[in-house]
């Protein structure tokens, strides 16, 4: 039904109609076009809220052990760091070489989730509301954004080993 005014008003006027169609029948439950449509979205909001919630956590995981894992490298390559660094190795190849070992890690990472991705692709789109599971902007989105957490969680260990004193490397082990 269309109509203008109030939903109160709206509702006064239908329940006489109502009652005269059939007098046992109650008339409640008198909704906008805009609140239907929006209560139809609860569901489908519910799962994005808990996807992204879940794809934080995995994010987070996943940059606090990238980070553990490269400060484990920095600190078992220490020695050899040091011996590089006393034979004139400048701190900027120190760091080119580690952010290169880093990004061959993230690189055979994403192909890996690029694959799984395809794999599971009618899974996920299940699961997806108005996007397609191989879009190609929300897939450079994805893997741009976890080359920026990994970046950004590289970069304390890699500027510490840019900083190692090469004779106390040497001696200590």
Do not use: C
């Not at 329940?15 to 029948?25: K, L, N």
């Not at 008198?30 to 239907?36: G, N, S």
Request: aromatic share 4%; glycine share 8%; net charge positive.
């Amino acid at each position: 039904m269309r109509a203008q005014g109030s939903l109160a008003a709206l509702e006064q006027a239908i329940r006489p109609i109502g009652h005269q169609i059939d007098p046992m029948r109650a008339v409640f439950g008198v909704k906008t076009v805009p609140e239907v449509l929006n209560e139809s979205l609860d569901e489908p909001r519910l799962k994005s809220r808990v996807v992204t919630v879940f794809a934080l956590a995995a994010m987070l995981l996943a940059s606090v052990g990238l980070y553990s894992l490269v400060t484990l490298v920095v600190t078992a390559r220490t020695r050899e760091i040091g011996v590089r660094m006393t034979l004139g190795a400048e701190p900027r190849q120190i760091v080119g070489q580690l952010v290169t070992d880093v990004a061959r890690l993230l690189a055979i990472g994403a192909a890996a989730g690029l694959l799984f991705t395809w794999m599971a692709g009618r899974l996920l789109g299940s699961l997806l509301f108005g996007v397609n599971s191989m879009d190609p902007v929300t897939l450079v989105g994805v893997v741009a954004t976890l080359f920026l957490v990994a970046a950004v969680a590289t970069l304390v260990p890699v500027r510490r080993a840019a900083h190692i004193d090469p004779l106390a490397a040497i001696r200590g082990e």
